[in-house]
Structures are given as C-alpha cells and as structure tokens.
C-alpha cells in the first residue's frame, strides 16, 4: 500500500499538484522506517516537492536531516542538494533523484 502510495504522490509532484504530492509523500514517510527505500524515496521527493512549490525552509530543514542519514547514498544526494537549495531563486538548480 505504501508503494501504490508513493507512487501516486510522486506523480502529482512531476505534474505540479505539489500540495497533493506533498501531503502523500508525508503520509508515506511517516508509515515507514529507515531503512525502508520507500522512506527514503518519500522524503527525497518531499525536499523537491517543497522546493518547487516556494517552500525553501521546509526543503532546506528536511534536506538537512537526510544529510546525517546512515543510507550512504542519501547522504551524499543530501549533501549535493543543500547547495542547490541555498541558490538565489533566479538560479535554476536540479533536484535530480538517485
């Protein structure tokens, strides 16, 4: 269920229904545990969601925390996209997910 669920909200992110992606992606996120692939995938698209809906403290709190994660690979996605966050926002930067 959690699978169908992500699936759906990362589908309305990409189509840019990001309240409705961000609402789904917390619920995933919050229904699974490290080291859960689906949780790590939820908040992945939660810092992209909140980046491109103008929520930039949201984005940059969350990014902060998947930096300290103990999954190598979000970690490093993590610490790759704080830069990209802090950008002005006249400077377009990918949030690409692994």
């Known amino acids: 269920m959690p699978k169908e669920m992500l ?5 309305a992110v990409r189509v840019g229904q ?3 992606g961000i609402i789904g992606l917390k619920y995933v996120a919050s229904q699974v545990r490290p080291p859960d692939k689906l949780y790590y995938s939820a908040n992945i698209w939660l810092v992209r969601a909140y980046k491109e809906s ?3 403290p949201a ?3 969350l990014c902060r925390q998947l930096a300290t994660s103990s ?3 979000v970690q490093v996605w993590a610490q790759q996209a704080l830069p ?3 950008q002005p926002s006249n400077v377009s930067g990918s949030l690409d997910v692994f």
């Not at 699936?7 to 589908?11: K, M, S, T």
Request: proline share 5%; aromatic share 4%; charged share 30%.
């Open 59 to 61: 984005a940059i709190k």
């Open 7 to 11: 699936e759906a909200a990362i589908d």
């Open 71 to 73: 999954h190598p690979r």
């Open 54 to 56: 103008g929520q930039l």
């Open 18 to 20: 990001f309240q409705e």
């Open 84 to 86: 990209v966050l802090r």
